[in-house]
């Protein structure tokens, strides 16, 4: 079973902090993604990782960014938290299958809230 | 980029019915089509998708038709039952990448 790990279900900030989501998955994916939740909107990609040390943006990046140091984490990082970000934060990782692809498996998720 | 867009945004029906949820897509080189559900409190989960070579597919009691021309799939669930309610995500993606697009989600209530 594939499993992905995010590390706090439950965070509350005050703006102006910087915030550290991790996410960790155990099944030797290359793809790594994180998405935010909120009702009405779907899920929204922020950033992903195909590799190592590789990141793209996704559909909103603005006011955040990623590191992928080893392969098996992935990690959000908001510089300056602001009320606006206050979601549910969603990491997922898929298998590279060739040219098609692989299904999302993701974690639990993490509930921010910035006050 | 690609836009996905989902109807309806909720959708009740009574136990044995079937639910017939839509979704539209923009980019024509769109090619693999997943739908997840996500139970009440826990985490996306796909539980079937498509790809463009294909017209329909069925698992037990569900399936998803894609209409290429028209730029349209559908998940549909026949003799629904109560562990049916979730909300329901379709998404688009062109598939040389595994980025995901998905649609803003369908909330299905099955009643007793």
């Known amino acids: 079973d594939v499993k992905v790990t995010q590390s706090s279900r439950y965070l509350v900030k005050r703006t102006g902090e910087k915030v550290f989501l991790e996410c960790v998955q155990d099944?030797?994916?290359?793809?790594m993604f994180w998405y935010r939740q909120d009702p009405g909107l779907g899920l929204r990609l922020i950033y992903f990782?195909?590799?190592?040390?590789?990141?793209e943006k996704g559909d909103i990046p603005e006011g955040y960014s990623v590191s992928r140091e080893k392969k098996e984490r992935f990690s959000l990082i908001l510089e300056s938290a602001s009320t606006n970000q206050t979601s549910m934060y969603l990491c997922?990782?898929?298998?590279?299958?060739?040219?098609?692809?692989?299904?999302?498996?993701f974690g639990e998720g993490s509930r921010l809230t910035v006050l | 980029g690609e836009n996905v867009e989902q109807h309806p945004s909720t959708l009740s029906v009574q136990e044995g019915d079937s639910a017939v949820i839509k979704c539209t897509y923009s980019?024509?080189?769109?090619?693999?089509f997943p739908w997840y559900k996500q139970e009440l409190g826990k985490r996306p989960q796909l539980i079937i998708d498509?790809?463009?070579?294909?017209g329909e597919k069925k698992d037990q009691r569900i399936a998803v038709t894609l209409n290429k021309t028209a730029k349209h799939f559908s998940l549909h669930i026949t003799e629904t039952q109560p562990e049916d309610s979730a909300v329901y995500f379709c998404?688009?993606?062109?598939?040389?990448?595994?980025?995901?697009?998905f649609g803003t989600g369908t909330r299905l209530q099955v009643t007793l």
């Open positions: 997922a990782s898929s298998l590279v299958q060739g040219a098609n692809t692989g299904e999302l498996f």
């Open positions: 099944m030797d994916h290359e793809n």
């Open positions: 990782s195909y590799d190592v040390k590789m990141k």
């Open positions: 980019d024509s080189a769109s090619n693999y």
């Open positions: 498509i790809r463009s070579n294909v």
């Open positions: 998404a688009a993606s062109p598939g040389t990448a595994s980025k995901l697009t």
